[in-house]
């Protein structure tokens, strides 16, 4: 409970648990992969499948994604400080749709679509992860520096798994594996959600108004009828 009179500027910054960042984490772990995914034979795949040339392939599927990612960033993280959940959950709601438009894709144009949609949805949930792990107090540092390791092995297992997923089934498997791990990450972010909206401290009750004095018998308020 804060005092009244308390600083605002001083107020202590609000903490949240460890659990809290299960689903934007996954989040983020996951567009750091699509990141790096179309390194390797998950763009020979698409490349040949479609009839592209690879300049149109950079363009229609590792431009488009990387420019509206680095856009939404800030905003996600500006946003997810205050609003984590509320901003999570629409922008997992992009980053499904654009992997079902993109795995379902007839051709180049549909699949850039599907790309930046991608995009926009993942750069505004990396941008809560990064927030979320700024709000854990004890447990800020070790969550970052985890964070930070565990991005940097997403971006190293991208092609990987892409690649294996492309030869062994096809590249359209990978964006539905895609939207499987982003419907896991949107279903624990719920939870967390809800779970953060039961244990929230109730707001402390306002103090009682003074009751109104009653003047004794005979007295006469200032500038009453008795003056």
């Known amino acids: ?85 509320a901003i999570a959950l629409p922008a997992l709601a992009l980053l499904i749709i654009g992997s079902v438009v993109s795995a379902f894709t007839p051709g ?17 949930v990396a941008g809560v992860a990064l927030a979320l792990s700024s709000q854990l107090v004890r447990w800020r540092s070790r969550a970052r520096l985890a964070l930070g390791l565990a991005l940097g092995a997403a971006l190293l297992l991208g092609p990987v798994a892409s690649g294996l997923l492309a030869q062994a089934l096809s590249w359209r498997t990978v964006f539905l594996v ?21 244990l929230r401290p109730s707001r402390p009750n306002q103090p009682a108004t003074p009751a109104a004095t009653t003047p004794r018998p005979g007295a006469t308020w200032v500038g009453g009828p008795g003056r």
């Open 1 to 85: 409970m804060i005092p009244p009179g308390y600083p605002a500027e001083a107020r202590p910054s609000m903490a949240r648990p460890l659990w809290s960042l299960a689903g934007p984490t996954l989040s983020a772990l996951l567009a750091a992969g699509l990141l790096t995914a179309p390194i390797g034979p998950l763009v020979s795949a698409i490349t040949r499948d479609l009839d592209l040339s690879t300049a149109s392939m950079t363009a229609t599927v590792v431009a488009q994604y990387v420019v509206a990612l680095v856009a939404l960033v800030a905003l996600g993280y500006l946003l997810g400080r205050r609003w984590p959940t």
């Open 108 to 124: 180049a144009a549909v699949l850039a679509v599907g790309r930046v949609i991608v995009g926009l949805g993942a750069g505004t």
């Open 178 to 198: 895609d939207v499987l791990v982003a419907t896991v990450a949107l279903v624990s972010t719920i939870a967390s959600g809800i779970a953060m909206w039961v």
